[in-house]
């Protein structure tokens, strides 16, 4: 199983970006699937989560309004679109991959068993 995650940079507040997270080894449409981040100095934190349709999403107040998941399950791929960036964004993002039997869009962070290797975003004030 790989995730293979992809799209970060540095960038100045109030731009744009968009991470990608390529699945490959795994049924990828009976998996929901989710981004973390970790900034420096801080614990890990689940910033989004998508169910295995793609059908619902949940957001960390911190992305609520400004981050949009996203799947396209026929490319086995999942997507962050981060807008009005903040420097506080500042974090390695990783994407996981958790197996559910149900539409359940937000897991135990336990649950998920996959992970890719993270991409760094940088947002410069």
């Known amino acids: 199983v790989q995730l293979q995650a992809s799209g970060g940079g540095l960038v100045q507040a109030g731009d744009s970006l968009r991470l990608s997270c390529a699945v490959s080894?795994?049924?990828?449409?009976?998996?929901?699937m989710a981004w973390f981040r970790r900034a420096p100095g801080k614990e890990r934190e689940l910033v989004a989560g998508?169910?295995?349709?793609?059908?619902?999403?949940y957001y960390a107040d911190s992305a609520k309004g400004r981050f949009t998941i996203s799947r396209f399950n026929a490319k086995n791929t999942a997507y962050l679109q981060m807008n009005s960036l903040k420097p506080e964004d500042t974090a390695v993002y990783y994407c996981?991959?958790?197996?559910?039997?149900?539409?359940?869009?937000?897991?135990?962070?336990?649950?998920?068993?996959?992970w890719g290797q993270g991409t760094q975003v940088t947002v410069s004030s």
């Open positions: 996981a991959a958790g197996f559910t039997s149900s539409l359940r869009t937000r897991l135990q962070e336990i649950e998920y068993k996959y």
């Open positions: 080894g795994l049924t990828f449409g009976s998996y929901a």
């Open positions: 998508i169910n295995r349709s793609g059908g619902t999403t």
